[in-house]
């Protein structure tokens, strides 16, 4: 599909088209029918407005400096000690969320010497670190050499990595409502989640038409695995053959060549036979997503 390559050429090309990137993922997101999924998106175009929804590649761990000064001595540039500090106080000096926008982030990026002012009221807590003579005149905090890098190249790879998934899954040009199926039924909602928040992401699986459940899967969970099945009205018998066919493929070459061995390949197909029969009541388009997105997260695929 002409826009997910214009995303995979502009992400790759080594030069700092991350903003438009992500711009032309929320025109591709609205087009599929994500719009559920537009969170991230602006978050990271717009800015993040609490620090609870900031992503953990945004939360910086910084070095505290200051100018610290007696009558007789004075030290510039001194790092201060903070473990006397109150937890909540030393939380509020030491770890910066970083909630600007990535057009911010790009420009933060390109300056050497980034530094992050302390309020004057924590002065006299930082002084408490040193002997009574002593008091800090200025404090501020630094991050590590490449810290805003760093966030630009989370952004930029884990964007990179769900584009480049769904790129297997729309070869071609479709129109509007064909890429809202094709979307339900290949998952889209499983994989941005999993190409951009990692393996213990929530997983979204249903459609217009079913009930929108949301669990997570942990890699070699089983018993995660079993919840997010049985909230998906499959059977106790059917999550016992499973179990017994993950254990005999345990040793298959194709498990570790990260593919689904033959028996639980064997049974995937026979349980979307099932939604396709209504023994199983799940939809059939999103059956085959429910199933490989589950069972890929437990194996970490």
């Known amino acids: 599909m002409k826009l997910i390559e214009e995303i995979i050429e502009l992400l790759s090309s080594g030069e700092n088209n991350l903003k438009i990137a992500l711009l032309k993922t929320k025109v591709l997101l609205h087009k599929l029918g994500e719009k559920e999924l537009l969170d991230w998106v602006n978050g990271e175009l717009k800015g993040y407005s609490e620090k609870e929804s900031v992503p953990d590649y945004r939360v910086l761990h910084l070095t505290i400096k200051g100018h610290v000064s007696n009558m007789v001595h004075r030290y510039p540039n001194h790092t201060l000690p903070v473990m006397h500090l109150d937890a909540a106080i030393r939380e509020r000096l030491?770890?910066?969320?970083?909630?600007?926008?990535?057009?911010?982030?790009?420009?933060?990026?390109?300056?050497?010497?980034?530094?992050?002012?302390?309020?004057?009221?924590?002065?006299?807590?930082?002084?408490?670190?040193?002997?009574?003579?002593?008091?800090?005149?200025?404090?501020?905090?630094?991050?590590?050499?490449?810290?805003?890098?760093?966030?630009?190249?989370?952004?930029?790879?884990?964007?990179?990595?769900?584009?480049?998934?769904?790129?297997?899954?729309?070869?071609?040009?479709?129109?509007?409502?064909?890429?809202?199926?094709?979307?339900?039924?290949?998952?889209?909602?499983?994989?941005?989640?999993?190409?951009?928040?990692?393996?213990?992401?929530?997983?979204?699986?249903?459609?217009?038409?079913?009930?929108?459940?949301?669990?997570?899967?942990?890699?070699?969970?089983?018993?995660?695995?079993?919840?997010?099945?049985?909230?998906?009205?499959?059977?106790?018998?059917?999550?016992?053959?499973?179990?017994?066919?993950?254990?005999?493929?345990?040793v298959s070459d194709e498990v570790k060549e990260g593919k689904f061995g033959t028996e639980v390949s064997s049974w995937m197909g026979k349980m979307v036979g099932k939604a396709a029969s209504t023994a199983w009541d799940v939809k059939v388009g999103a059956a085959g997503s429910l199933l490989a997105t589950a069972i890929g997260k437990f194996y970490g695929f």
């Open 94 to 250: 030491d770890t910066k969320y970083l909630m600007d926008g990535i057009a911010v982030i790009e420009q933060y990026s390109e300056q050497e010497h980034l530094s992050i002012s302390v309020a004057p009221e924590f002065y006299p807590y930082l002084s408490e670190g040193f002997d009574s003579s002593y008091q800090v005149e200025s404090a501020w905090g630094i991050h590590s050499a490449g810290a805003m890098t760093q966030v630009l190249t989370e952004v930029n790879s884990r964007l990179l990595d769900f584009v480049l998934e769904l790129s297997e899954r729309f070869p071609s040009e479709m129109d509007s409502d064909e890429m809202k199926t094709r979307s339900k039924e290949v998952g889209v909602s499983d994989l941005f989640n999993n190409a951009v928040f990692g393996d213990n992401a929530t997983i979204v699986v249903g459609d217009s038409n079913t009930q929108t459940i949301k669990n997570s899967v942990t890699k070699n969970d089983l018993p995660s695995l079993i919840e997010v099945l049985k909230q998906h009205k499959v059977s106790d018998e059917d999550i016992a053959k499973l179990e017994t066919s993950i254990e005999n493929d345990s």
